[in-house]
């Protein structure tokens, strides 16, 4: 079954410096989902990237989709405290319906 | 704006015990996901539902049932429930195929 690397497991990083985390997958997706979850909350909705080579900007975030669609990272300029949280990459499964999540990469900003 | 309701918060159940877990969606999202967070685990698909029938199956515990009421409402019910069980609970609705909106998590701990 569909596969979703993420790396790394954890980041840690002082404020204004840049953070990326990179996503593989073993098999070519559809389409790549990115979400975040704050310590103690729920998973939220980043964006979704469908495009062959697609690059999405949301601020001093930066999102990619591989030529190939088989991988995606996650950029983020200039981190600030509150950034801080686990960066999910997932794809979606041969159903079409089910979100396989990478395992995540944590980011702890020290001010 | 509305978002997922998951009912109850927080659960403590012992051992063998039974468990139902409430997930109100969306108004207008015709899909509902249940996912299983452990601690520092991403979350694992568990089982969807598109127009009150199944359409995907994850990971879901043969201990475990679940399904989508005429309302879209779904339960998620849980039977000799097991230490290992202790998780955050997600209940996430869509429009198939789209982004994934998460409710606030159950935490159930079995002790």
């Known amino acids: 079954g569909q596969q979703v690397m993420q790396i790394p497991q954890y980041q840690h990083v002082q404020e204004g410096e840049d953070f990326t985390t990179y996503c593989n997958s073993s098999?070519?997706?559809?389409?790549i989902q990115w979400y975040k979850q704050r310590p103690g909350g729920h998973p939220v909705f980043l964006i979704q990237?469908?495009?062959?080579?697609e690059v999405k900007k949301q601020k001093r975030l930066t999102f990619q989709f591989g030529e190939a669609k088989k991988n995606s990272s996650l950029h983020i300029t200039a981190t600030q405290t509150t950034d801080v949280g686990t960066y999910f990459c997932?794809?979606?499964?041969?159903?079409?319906?089910?979100?396989?999540f990478g395992k995540g990469t944590s980011l702890l900003v020290t001010p | 704006a509305a978002g997922v309701i998951q009912s109850p918060r927080h659960l403590i159940k012992e051992k063998r015990e039974t468990a139902t877990l409430k997930c109100y969606p969306i108004?207008?999202?015709?899909?509902v996901y249940w996912y299983q967070q452990g601690p520092g685990q991403d979350p694992q698909f568990l089982i969807s539902?598109?127009?009150?029938?199944?359409?995907d199956k994850g990971s879901i515990p043969d201990r475990f049932s679940a399904q989508q009421f005429s309302d879209y409402h779904s339960e998620l019910n849980m039977s000799s429930l097991e230490l290992g069980d202790s998780a955050l609970y997600f209940c996430?609705?869509?429009?198939?195929?789209?982004?994934?909106?998460f409710g606030p998590g159950t935490r159930l701990t079995v002790t």
């Open positions: 996430a609705s869509s429009s198939p195929g789209y982004e994934q909106y």
């Open positions: 098999t070519t997706l559809s389409n």
């Open positions: 990237l469908v495009k062959s080579g």
């Open positions: 997932a794809g979606l499964g041969n159903s079409g319906y089910a979100l396989n």
């Open positions: 108004p207008r999202h015709d899909t």
């Open positions: 539902f598109y127009e009150k029938m199944q359409s």
